[in-house]
Every structure is written in structure tokens, then in C-alpha cells.
């Protein structure tokens, strides 16, 4: 069983927005940073933004800062990415992540089986 299942991937024109959800289960992620990657089809995975466990330390990748805001849920096992201002480069299967994140080798310890969002030019 995956333990981590994302929802909320879709198609939306340029410009809109979309949230990505994330819910874990079966193990205790409400102690693990959690995160989010993307990769897009002929492109390597890159890191997009990451949380901690109490959800007071953020990270983001340049390209979606003032567009995309990370947050957990009040019971920490559920992590959101609300993306604003999509452009059409935002196009990727989203994962979500859990664990040891480590962004500079686009790593984690567990992840999700990925959610498609598209954005319409």
C-alpha cells in the first residue's frame, strides 16, 4: 500500500489555479517534513517546495516562489500545494513526498504515485 495519495491534479488555462492535496497513512507522518516534486515529460524530477512537521518552515524552489504556497493540515498527516498564476512550464506529474527530503538530489524517502496537472496555454 503507498502510503501517500495525492489528489486534485487537473487541467486549467494559464494563469488559474489549482490545489494539490496530499494524505498519508499508515505510518507517522505527522513527524515527517513532507514535500513536493514534479517532473515533466522529458525533464529530470525537480523539488518544489518542502515543510517541516509542525508546519512553521517552508522551502521553495525559485521558480515557484509567489506562486505557490506549501501548508499541513491541523492534524499534520495531510500537506497542501495551492498554485496560483500557473503557466504552461508548470505542466508535470506532481509527487508528493514524506521523510528525509533531500532537494539537491531530488530524493526522498517515500513517495506518492503522482498526480497530472496541465496548464493550457
Known amino acids: 500500500q503507498v502510503p501517500l495519495a495525492e489528489s486534485g491534479g487537473g487541467l486549467v488555462q494559464a494563469g488559474g489555479s489549482l490545489r494539490l492535496s496530499c494524505s498519508a497513512s499508515g505510518r507517522p507522518f505527522t513527524s515527517y517534513p513532507m514535500g513536493w516534486f514534479r517532473q515533466a515529460p522529458g525533464n529530470e524530477r525537480e523539488f518544489v517546495a518542502d515543510i517541516d512537521w509542525s508546519g512553521s518552515i517552508t522551502n521553495y524552489a525559485d521558480f515557484v516562489k509567489g506562486r505557490f504556497t506549501i501548508s499541513r493540515g491541523n492534524a499534520k498527516n495531510t500537506v497542501y500545494l495551492q498554485m496560483n498564476s500557473l503557466k504552461p512550464e508548470d505542466t508535470a506529474v506532481y509527487y508528493c513526498?514524506?521523510?528525509?527530503?533531500?532537494?539537491?538530489?531530488?530524493?526522498?524517502?517515500?513517495w506518492g504515485q503522482g498526480t497530472q496537472v496541465t496548464v493550457s496555454s
Open positions: 513526498v514524506a521523510g528525509n527530503i533531500r532537494r539537491g538530489h531530488n530524493a526522498a524517502d517515500y
